[in-house]
């Protein structure tokens, strides 16, 4: 079993972790809980991130999701199970994830898609909610952070 290099650091400093709690519930309102928590489970699965790849699934089929949309939100674009808001909101968190990949990572393209299906409180909150992930998941990477540590 894998064992973390340190105790997670919003565990150190306390104040990150309210900084962090307050940065992903600011996007609550804004979104159906569903989209978050697919975005969220997207960009674990881009970062590696274990912890949140275990734990994201679950929240998710708290608020309702099926296990169908789950284990195919990894081809969401091969899949027919996902609205075209939801492959944009997916299209996104590739994309903004991604920024060291491409030299345009967030193309014109992907973000006027978005922008289609997101007003712009919405559009806000989903890059804020896929900045949060990106910082939950480098965190949890960097300190290698086992799964079940943190229980859902």
């Not at 881009?46 to 929240?59: A, R």
């Not at 608020?63 to 199970?81: C, N, Q, S």
Request: aromatic share 6%.
């Amino acid at each position: 079993m894998m064992k973390a290099r340190m105790n997670h650091p919003v565990m150190v400093v306390p104040e990150a972790m309210k900084a962090l709690q307050a940065l992903s519930e600011s996007t609550k309102p804004a979104l159906p809980e569903k989209l978050l928590e697919l975005v969220h489970l997207r960009a674990s699965q881009i970062n590696g991130c274990s912890v949140c790849v275990d734990m994201h699934p679950k929240l998710a089929r708290r608020a309702g999701e099926t296990d169908e949309r789950l284990f195919a939100v990894g081809a969401w674009r091969d899949t027919p199970y996902f609205t075209d808001a939801e492959r944009a909101a997916l299209a996104l968190t590739e994309a903004v994830t991604r920024l060291s990949d491409r030299e345009d990572p967030v193309t014109d393209a992907v973000w006027d898609e978005a922008a289609k299906h997101f007003d712009e409180q919405q559009l806000a909150s989903l890059v804020l909610g896929i900045a949060a992930i990106n910082v939950w998941n480098r965190l949890k990477v960097a300190v290698r952070q086992p799964v079940g540590a943190w229980k859902v």
